[in-house]
């Protein structure tokens, strides 16, 4: 309540020191005047304030008591001064429109210059007999009588206290309205901080979904790329196991074919061996026809004691004969294959060994 009093008054005197107070409160006093005669709604009737003050209702009884009313009001009218025109028409009770040039006719004014009030011209043109005529009727309502001025001072208190009631009434509105306007005020900025805050909250709120959107997007991302990731190491591991499958087939593949390949080379080895063989038996047997043939003629060339010799020669023969059918046996050859032996170039020996051998002992 102190600070609304030294606001109130620094507003006051802030008005005072710029003109302005003595502005608003002709303003005020004039509205106040227009609204009540507004309310009355009939210009000729008479006004309120005009019942009131007994003092302005003998101005019509002068004989020109209109006259000088016009003739104030075009005064205020000329000047422009609106405010004091609206008291001034509803306290005389003057609220019609004037003429200035019906009031110029009406009082003889010679009016000739429009820059300048109708009262002016009245003063300067005036004669001395209205002069102490004036004068006369001056000093006769200069000197009111004892009721007159029993009258007068009890609408001046009447006057005075409805001043005060005004003022009061006004000063009691005008705390109404700056407590109202403080509400107002007070009113409008807890809707904007609650305007404010729920503004906030519904920012926080879409900040708070936006990283939430943000977070399960981040994790969807991080699942897809995981399961990517499992997905390309899944096919890198069955790449892995195919290639080692392929591989492990291909070797597998070329052991087969190795082993066929040995097989092949084995089977061919065997099939020369075998070809050898019956080469070389196919010899021997030619060899031993030959010897045979020899021995047929050996017999017929020598004696019987060269019969008992070549009988002892058989059965060396026979014996060798054995021996040379052991060497050639299929157990013999594997034997002698296992020891790293060429049995080719043994039975060739052993045969040319035999027919040397032979012929030496015909000789």
């Known amino acids: 309540m102190q600070e609304l009093t030294e606001l109130k008054n ?30 009355e709604g009939n210009n000729k009737k008479p006004s309120p304030f005009f019942w009131e003050n007994n003092k302005a209702q003998t101005i019509y009884e002068l004989g020109c008591g209109r006259d000088m009313l016009e003739l104030i009001k075009e005064f205020l009218l000329f000047f422009e001064m609106h405010y004091t025109n609206s008291i001034f028409s509803s306290e005389s009770n003057l609220r019609e429109d004037i003429n200035r040039d019906q009031i110029a006719k009406k009082l003889n004014i010679d009016a000739n210059d429009s820059t300048k009030p109708l009262l002016y011209f009245l003063l300067k043109n005036r004669q001395p007999e209205k002069k102490s005529e004036e004068k ?93 990731e499992e997905l390309k190491k899944q096919q890198e591991q069955q790449q892995k196991q195919e290639q080692q499958r392929q ?19 084995k089977q061919q080895e065997l099939l020369k061996q075998q070809q050898e063989r019956e080469k ?63 049995m080719t170039v043994d039975s060739v020996a052993l045969e040319e060994f035999d027919y040397y051998e032979d012929i030496e002992d015909a000789d």
């Open 10 to 39: 620094l507003v006051i005197q802030s008005l005072e020191a710029n003109g302005s107070l003595a502005k608003i409160r002709a303003q005020i006093r004039a509205s106040v005047f227009n609204v009540v005669d507004q309310q």
């Open 136 to 228: 006369g009727q001056q000093q006769k309502i200069a000197q009111p009588s004892p009721k007159e001025v029993q009258i007068q001072q009890q609408q001046q208190q009447q006057q005075k206290l409805q001043e005060q009631k005004l003022q009061e009434q006004k000063r009691q509105d005008e705390l109404k309205k700056q407590e109202e306007l403080k509400k107002q005020e007070e009113q409008k900025k807890q809707d904007e901080q609650r305007k404010q805050d729920e503004l906030r909250r519904q920012q926080q709120e879409e900040q708070r979904k936006i990283e939430e959107q943000k977070k399960d997007q981040l994790r969807k991302q991080q699942e897809e790329q995981k399961k990517m």
């Open 247 to 265: 591989e492990q087939q291909k070797q597998e593949q070329q052991k087969k074919e190795q082993e066929k390949l040995k097989e092949q080379q």
């Open 280 to 342: 070389l038996e196919a010899e021997q047997r030619k060899a031993q026809a030959k010897k045979f043939e020899h021995r047929n003629y050996e017999d017929e060339k020598f004696d019987n004691e060269d019969l008992e010799e070549q009988l002892e020669g058989e059965d060396l023969r026979d014996s060798q004969l054995q021996q040379d059918q052991f060497q050639e046996s299929d157990e013999y050859m594997q034997q002698s294959q296992s020891q790293g032996i060429d």
